[in-house]
């Protein structure tokens, strides 16, 4: 499988490297820690802070969401793993305005530990008030009644749209903790596999598909899902995709959602909106509304073919946080 790369060994170095260039704007990464990058302008004044991570892979996911109403900083993992205690304290240091910094971070054994090791250190050597949201909208990977086990994918991406948008308005921490729960509450994902990435270090297949499978619930590192089977048109596989989430998270006629169609690295945008097309019309046969839509590569894994279908459930105060305007390099407010 190939890949434009130097030494396998750096890629992730590289490519901070290249990020930080490309776009000096937006962002910068911080001297003492090469994997801790914060925004580039200054913030408002006693600003709560948002601090997103995880394992590089996904981009742009998820350096790609620093910027003015999204995330303050971003710790940087190794490919499909999480980033160590060191990076996340140092770009917390930076970011707290002294009103305390959220962390939103996917549902992993690696993400939790490392996570919750910067916090304790943040709060005993600075004294830095931390909460966290973890992220868990994959409905495949652990039934509704074990909820707390699910996997964070691209539900990440409006989980952080709206406790950003709720920081730049001068939400207390609380009151950002609160509508970034909320949201984690409110959101619902499911994916689809076609084909496997491979790691820049092994250049092998991270999982094996038949030419003609697919894979319904597969994990954005390549984690099983819940079926394997022949490939379907794309019109059945997003009646399997939304009617799965829709039973795990019922939706009532005339309420509304925010959409997201998300690529998976190597689908086209041109398939991306014939799968959208066929949610709207799912959704728009209920009576559900579609209060904004989003389509194309927000958390994505290497080149992996597929894609994943989010959800959210929209109330008046999740809405405007949604529309509240956001400017970063990898973000469109479409």
């Known amino acids: 499988m190939k890949k434009l790369i130097n030494n396998p060994n750096v890629v992730v170095e590289e490519m901070i490297e290249g990020y930080v260039k490309a776009f000096p704007q937006y962002i910068k990464q911080l001297e003492e820690n090469k994997r801790s990058l914060v925004i580039a302008k200054e913030t408002k004044p006693n600003k709560v802070g948002i601090l997103i991570g995880g394992g590089s892979g996904h981009e742009p996911a998820f350096m790609g969401y620093v910027g003015t109403g999204m995330a303050d900083g971003v710790a940087v993992g190794n490919i499909f793993a999480s980033p160590p205690p060191d990076p996340i304290i140092e770009a917390t240091r930076v970011i707290d305005k002294g009103e305390g910094v959220l962390y939103i971070y996917g549902n992993y054994a690696g993400d939790l530990m490392n996570f919750g090791m910067a916090a304790e250190i943040a709060d005993l050597e600075h004294g830095t008030r931390i909460e966290s949201v973890i992220v868990n909208d ?37 009151e950002v903790v609160r509508v970034a729960a909320k949201a984690n509450n409110q959101t619902r994902s499911m994916g689809v596999g076609l084909s496997p990435c491979s790691l820049p270090q092994t250049g092998e297949p991270s999982f094996e598909l038949g030419e003609n499978e697919m894979e319904i619930g597969l994990g954005h590192h390549g984690e099983p899902g819940v079926e394997k089977g022949e490939i379907q048109e794309a019109d059945k596989v997003v009646d399997r995709l939304v009617n799965d989430i829709l039973e795990d998270m019922p939706l009532e006629k005339g309420e509304k959602v925010a959409v997201l169609v ?10 991306l909106l014939i799968m959208f097309r066929r949610v709207e019309q799912l959704l728009s046969e209920r009576e559900i509304t579609i209060h904004r839509s989003y389509v194309g590569d927000y958390s994505t894994s290497l080149e992996m073919g597929g894609a ?10 999740l809405a405007e946080l949604i529309d509240q305007p956001a400017d970063c390099p990898m973000y469109a407010q479409l």
């Open 138 to 174: 994959d409905v495949a990977s652990a039934p509704k009644e074990e909820k707390q086990k699910r996997r964070g994918i691209a539900g990440e991406f409006f989980i952080t749209k709206v406790a950003g948008a709720a920081a730049d308005k001068g939400y207390t921490l609380d």
């Open 262 to 271: 998300n690529g998976l690295g190597s689908t086209t945008k041109m398939e």
């Open 308 to 317: 994943s279908i989010t959800l959210i459930k929209l109330d008046e105060e």
